[in-house]
């Protein structure tokens, strides 16, 4: 208990309520429980600095050495993801397919088929802006085109191509894949390539 707090309350008590002797005296035995005489204190005994015995090499603790850590293992490459979508036209059987490897920023690419030349061009296919989010390959299958001449067009809103992706069109004929045209993704704007189903 805090010497002050004791000797406040001792004080406090025999000014108020003339407080018993026997509380006071109860006061006082622990006002002087808590005082140490400074004679009482034999400073070789007690308080004496110990020192400690020589430990020899043999009775030393061992200390193992710490673990080996080996580094994580080196994930694998992850497969690129595809995506297969198909179109079916009214024509005569003929087949191609567009396969396009995008690259992170697959939302700034559009793409679009178109059929005929000049004023009879025809819209066939279209991919917008923001239709595909994700990295990866897709590949759209064109079934059942009729013969003629077709164009691709590719444009990337980023001014800066497919980084590290690709383009190809390929003709199908009973299984057989035929590559037609290809294109790395180094282009700013867009890219557009002529092309003849027979």
Known sequence: MNLFLVAVLAITLSFTDKASASVLRGLNQALS???????????????A???????????APSISPAP????????SPTETPVKQEYFAG????????VEILYDQNAYENSWHIFRGTGVLEDA????????????????TTFENMPTGQYTFVMADVGNDGIDGGRMAIYEIDGGLQTLVWEHGG?????????????
């Open 33 to 47: 429980s808590l005082f140490v005489d400074p004679g009482d204190i034999n400073l070789n005994d007690e308080f």
């Open 49 to 59: 600095p110990s020192v400690s015995p020589s430990i020899t090499q043999s009775e």
């Open 68 to 75: 080996t850590i080996s580094p994580a293992p080196t994930p």
């Open 124 to 139: 066939i296919y279209s991919v917008d802006f923001g239709a595909v989010q994700d990295w990866g390959m897709v590949r």
């Open 90 to 97: 009214n024509g005569n059987g003929k087949t191609f397919m």
């Open 186 to 198: 180094d282009f700013q704007f867009m890219v557009e390539k002529v092309f003849y189903v027979t």
